[in-house]
């Protein structure tokens, strides 16, 4: 399961927040609606994606390169 190994822990909160990202620029109503409980996860992993881009695309690259050089 990925949520044993660390590195597959942080590939899905990475993918997780890439996803709610492209999911807000194309439908912006679907996470502005829900920005508290449960789904409200989805709103901040959203808004995250959108400050820190460069950061979070820096991360993609590194961990593509990782899977395809180190596993």
Same mark, same amino acid.
């Given at each position: 399961?990925?949520?044993?190994?660390?590195?597959?822990?942080? /590939?899905?909160?990475? /993918? %997780?927040?890439?996803?709610? %990202?492209?999911? *807000?620029?194309? &439908?912006?109503?679907?996470?502005?609606?829900?920005?508290?409980?449960?789904?409200?996860?989805?709103?901040?992993?959203? *808004?995250?994606?959108?400050?820190?881009?460069?950061?979070?695309? /820096?991360?993609?690259?590194?961990?593509? /390169?990782?899977?395809? &050089?180190? %596993?």
């Amino acid at each position: 399961s990925s949520f044993f190994h660390f590195q597959s822990l942080l /590939l899905v909160i990475l /993918l %997780t927040i890439c996803t709610c %990202t492209y999911i *807000r620029a194309q &439908f912006p109503s679907i996470l502005d609606k829900n920005k508290s409980g449960f789904l409200g996860l989805f709103w901040k992993a959203a *808004r995250i994606g959108e400050r820190l881009s460069p950061y979070v695309s /820096l991360c993609c690259i590194v961990m593509g /390169l990782r899977y395809l &050089f180190y %596993t």
